[in-house]
């Protein structure tokens, strides 16, 4: 396992797990993500959960999810039968592509809403219609700036 935390590695740490609660996700996901991207070797499940402070539970959660993201990969170590994990090289390119699914199905159901429904008011019919703009201009240059970034031109 790595060395204990210093206090500004501890602070970064706690930085990310903010930075993901304000977006809505679990403060711990955040928390291992900073540790994992400020750490040069993988880490195992105990390893995390000793350097953070928290159960197995939330973080055997966490680094599943972290892995189907794209975020994070498990990997083996020779003669070891833990499990390990490592942030991928991309990590959030990946994290981001799920994004723009997400963009993308607004836009869908703006013009959804759009299509199928015939009986609505202007004002409301207007807001679908500036939904639906909104968003897939958003995807279209948000694609854009992905293929760029995942390219190397950025």
Known sequence: MSEELTIERKELIEDFGNGYTAFGQPHVRGRIVGLLLSNRDALSLDDITHLLQVSKGPVSVETRLLEEFGMIRSVRKPGDRKTYYEITEHP???????????IRRNQQIAASILETSDNLEPEVKERFHRMELFHSQLHDMFAKFMEDWEAGKL
Request: glycine share 0%.
């Open 92 to 102: 959030f390119s990946r994290s981001a592509r799920r994004n723009l699914w997400l």
